[in-house]
């Protein structure tokens, strides 16, 4: 069975950082994707920037500049740096893993708040 553990959100200011991290633990493929998304009250679910095993990244428009997705091989683990951060980056961040094929897993998410 494989799990996403997310960590790292909480309540930053305005222009503040916060570093996500999400360890994936199971049986799975190695070429894969991983990524973050996320919802704010109100609105669809949107993904943020994710990276394939490769090394590829995909960035959403709304984060370029600002957020930077990494992520360990041997371990795993998925991180996103977010730095600037704005009120609008408020939401529940989720982290994703799809497999070749489609199959996709998901994390339960992480509040970030971005408040003065």
């Known amino acids: 069975q494989v799990q996403l553990v997310e960590s790292g959100g909480g309540l930053v200011q305005p222009g503040g950082s916060l570093r996500l991290s999400c360890a994936a633990s199971?049986?799975?493929?190695?070429?894969?994707?991983m990524g973050w998304y996320r919802q704010a009250p109100g609105k669809q679910r949107g993904v943020v920037a994710a990276?394939?095993?490769?090394?590829?990244?995909n960035n959403a428009d709304s984060v370029k500049g600002r957020f930077t997705i990494s992520r360990d091989n041997a371990k795993n683990t998925v991180y996103l740096q977010m730095n600037s951060l704005i009120p609008e980056d408020t939401a529940v961040y989720y982290c994703?893993?799809?497999?070749?094929?489609?199959?996709?897993?998901w994390g339960k998410g992480t509040l970030v708040t971005v408040s003065s």
């Open positions: 994703n893993l799809k497999l070749p094929g489609g199959v996709t897993y």
């Open positions: 199971g049986s799975f493929f190695s070429i894969n994707t």
């Open positions: 990276m394939t095993s490769g090394g590829t990244t």
